[in-house]
């Protein structure tokens, strides 16, 4: 799998290991720093095709997280897997729309390409629409460790869902041979929240008093460039905070897929409350 080392790769691979299934993390070396004990790990990279033929052999289906901006080179990617994998599970965007070839902002784009490519490959599929996933708001953890505003970019509120609960359907679509081939399932948190929401939810649980405000554009993109973010990253994510429309869908796919309901952004701020003190 793709992204082990990310905060939905990572909940992948412990959970599939918590069911007695394998894993194997693709990793750009060998060093297994944040993965669980008893993967395997083997050494490849996405913007290196050839590197990939070793890694997937023995390898029936692959959980794929795109790292890029662009699909260029996902062609090729997509070759190597279909050599050896029968079955790709793509972690894609809630906001992608299929009556339009033109997306709302350049991630929703990416990943309308990266379905379109996929759907054109002869590998079985299952596409992972997510909403924002919770684990965002961890950005947010410098500012608050040192203060009571966070300052950003404000973006159109969605139903934010747990990174855990991405990472339980992703695992169901990977173990259970066949019952998710060709579904899309459109994953979402209980409740449409805000950032400002977000962070006085966090406030909450560790104790404090938080609150968000919400910076112009050309403010956030002076700030965010001077904390080394690659330029091009900047642009897109600003271009999707500007442009991204409001989301009023509320899924009840985590549960129809897992059992359990969705865990509430609550849940998860206090889950991750030790990373904001």
Known sequence: MTGATGNVGRQVVAQLLTEGVGA???????????LPAGVEAASGDLSEPG???????????????W????????????????????????????????????????INQLHADMERLIERSALGRTILRSSTIASNALGWAGQIRSGEV????????????????????????????GGHAGARHVLTGPQI??????????????????RFDGIPAHVARRQML???RPPALVEALLASAETRPAANLISSAVEEVTGAPARTFRQWASDHAVDFR
Do not use: C, M, N, W
């Open 24 to 34: 194997r993390a693709l990793l750009r070396g060998f060093g297994k720093v944040g």
């Open 51 to 65: 590197t990939l033929d070793a890694a997937l052999v023995g390898i029936d289906r692959v959980f794929l997280i």
């Open 67 to 106: 790292p890029f901006l662009t699909t260029d080179g996902a062609p090729a990617v997509l070759e190597a897997i279909g050599r050896h994998v029968r079955h790709v599970v793509y972690l894609s965007s809630s906001g992608v729309r299929e009556d339009t070839e033109l997306q709302s902002d350049p």
């Open 150 to 177: 966070v300052r950003g970019p404000d973006i159109a509120p969605a139903a934010v869902i747990h990174e855990g609960d991405v990472a339980a359907v992703a695992v169901r679509a990977l173990a259970d041979d």
């Open 193 to 210: 929240l805000s950032r400002a929401e977000q962070v006085r939810t966090i406030g909450e649980a560790i104790g404090r008093p938080l």
């Open 226 to 228: 001077a904390d080394g």
